[in-house]
């Protein structure tokens, strides 16, 4: 319990321990263990970055950013039935990247509103979910500009990929390896959009919706 607590401690006070005036804010919290929850909260501020490493089973992350800009999110894990929720509201120049490297029932759930969102999950394993919900826009018109943007990896059998998206200039990718795996993207936009989905193996579903 000590470990717990004094790791979510750490991550909280980085995050409140600077103002928003300032370049440069960092919280990055590291956990070895089992049962474990983290969280980060980092509200408006610019420049801002997150770390977290998790090495156990049925560890929880949770990080949010809301009112920020040039901001990063990553989070690592390592085990069984984890989970990781990333939110990011009202910024620009969002990242947030997120790695399971193995395990069995995991699950990562990354919600992004703003301009210019990128996010990346990468899961190894059997069993596991990712969704990816975006709405949002680039800094400015045309192909050229970076917009939002989705990729996922799936390492596995019977895991689940969905990529939500809404707003102008859009791209979402998924890959999976492995057999009886499942695909979703739903993309609305008036501008460019971009989807596709790659599979390799056997009794995959894959889904793509355009409007």
């Known amino acids: 319990m000590s470990i717990k607590l004094s790791a979510l401690a750490l991550g909280l006070g980085l995050a409140f321990g600077a103002s928003g005036a300032m370049a440069q804010v960092s919280a990055t919290i590291e956990q070895r263990g089992s049962f474990n929850d983290s969280a980060i909260l980092q509200d408006d501020v610019s420049g801002s970055s997150v770390s ?50 193995w395990g069995w029932g995991n699950e990562v759930e990354i919600d992004q509103e703003g301009r210019n969102a990128t996010a990346h999950v990468t899961q190894g394993g059997s069993y596991n979910d990712a969704e990816i919900d975006q709405s949002g826009s680039s800094s400015y018109f045309g192909w050229g500009s970076s917009g939002v943007a989705a990729y996922v990896t799936q390492y596995g059998r019977g895991n689940d990929a969905e990529i939500t998206q809404t707003g102008r200039n859009l791209t979402a990718h998924i890959n999976q390896y492995g057999s009886y795996n499942e695909a979703e993207i739903s993309q609305r936009s008036t501008r460019p959009h971009v989807a596709s989905i790659s599979q390799w193996g056997y009794r995959n579903d894959a889904s793509i919706t355009q409007r």
């Open 52 to 101: 977290i490493s998790v090495r156990g089973d049925r560890n929880d992350a949770d990080v949010t950013q809301d009112e920020v800009s040039n901001s990063t999110v990553w989070v690592t894990q390592s085990g069984d039935n984890g989970d990781v929720e990333v939110d990011q509201e009202d910024g620009t120049n969002l990242l947030a990247t997120v790695t399971q490297r």
